[in-house]
């Protein structure tokens, strides 16, 4: 083992190379790298659950209210909001809030939504933290919470907002159960995912800086040694480098193959089998056989169109992401800056 990592204890070592650098960072799994691929296409056309997303959906009449109500502004906030019309929708949410006290939950959470469209997520957040004060059952408000601190997490220098995110996140599926609102846990699940993803990416990018500074640091301290020349140096850095492991080499990320649907390429996320043996993620398969009929998406060769959920494929998809993170919906040269939230 290289002997300057091996003994960090050593007098003639200066230990400022070594400040804060060996901290738990993310395992990287290096084999074939997955396809750069996928059928997006398929699942643009699989119908959605509802989308916690928008959210904004206007269900009430304004005629069932009047101006002093307000119910009545918020209607009207939501209608811009489908419009597009942020800005304006604040505008409604801010009246609304003023009507009620500022004593309605979800009139804050609304706003705090648009914010987050126009881009303010400072405002957004307080809404969202408002929200939660008046109603700590809100859903919705959990949910834009965690979303606004994973988007500002993105640009910090730490990984405490992205992990505040992933509580938050959490706390808002597992109000689903208690609700009886069980069918938004899949779509909170993929924002806790996601979150996690970037928190995995996060946590290397941190770790390759410090290794970087390390390196920077010894790179300085052999400068000094006056005992060395050029191509004894070269081969204590190199030897160093090998020791932590190179922070710019590019990786390749290795997904095992019998987690990838063989319809989109991508893991899957609700595994089903067929009567034939063949797994494939649910929803492409209801589309295959809504489109070709009970046959095989990939043999072609005629099945009963009974499917039953592959348990084992499930785990072990849930299992391997909780290793690697980055692989939930991963694409070849992705950047971490793109995860939607």
């Not at 070594?18 to 396809?35: L, Q, S």
């Not at 924002?191 to 970037?198: E, Q, V």
Request: hydrophobic share 30%.
């Amino acid at each position: 083992m290289f002997p300057f990592v091996s003994n960090i204890f050593r007098s003639d070592l200066p230990l400022f190379i070594f400040d804060d650098i060996f901290v738990p960072g993310p395992g990287i799994r290096v084999g074939v790298p997955r396809p750069p691929y996928t059928n997006q296409q398929f699942r643009d056309q699989v119908p959605k659950p509802p989308n916690l997303q928008k959210m904004q959906s206007v269900k009430k009449s304004l005629a069932d209210y009047s101006e002093t109500q307000g119910q009545y502004w918020c209607i009207l906030g939501d209608m811009s909001f489908e419009k597009g019309d942020y800005t304006k929708a604040i505008q409604y949410y801010d009246r609304a809030i003023e009507l009620t006290d500022s004593t309605e939950s979800s009139f804050f959470r609304s706003r705090g939504l648009a914010y987050k469209k126009i881009g303010n997520l400072e405002q957004a957040y307080k809404d969202a933290i408002m929200a939660i004060e008046l109603d700590d059952r809100n859903i919705k408000a959990h949910l834009l919470c965690g979303q606004v601190l994973a988007e500002r997490g993105k640009s910090q220098d730490n990984t405490h907002e992205i992990e505040t995110a992933i509580n938050r996140l959490t706390k808002a599926r597992t109000l689903c159960a208690g609700q009886k609102k069980q069918y938004y846990e899949d779509e909170l699940s993929k924002y806790i995912y996601r979150a996690k993803k970037l928190l995995w990416y996060k946590n290397k990018e941190l770790e390759d800086q410090k290794k970087r500074q390390a390196i920077q640091n010894y790179s300085n301290y052999l400068q000094q040694r006056i005992d060395l020349n050029e191509e004894q140096r070269k081969k204590e850095i190199d030897a160093f480098i090998n020791s932590i492991g190179n922070p710019d080499q590019k990786q390749n990320y290795d997904i095992p193959s019998y987690l990838i649907c063989k319809i989109t390429f991508e893991i899957m996320e609700n595994p089903v089998v067929t009567d034939a043996g063949h797994t494939y993620e649910r929803d492409m398969l209801i589309e295959a056989i809504q489109k070709n009929g009970p046959v095989d998406p990939c043999t072609r060769q005629p099945i009963s169109g009974e499917f039953y959920p592959n348990h084992n494929i499930k785990q072990a998809t849930q299992d391997f992401l909780l290793n690697n993170p980055w692989a939930f919906e991963y694409q070849s040269g992705e950047n971490y800056a793109d995860i939607e939230f």
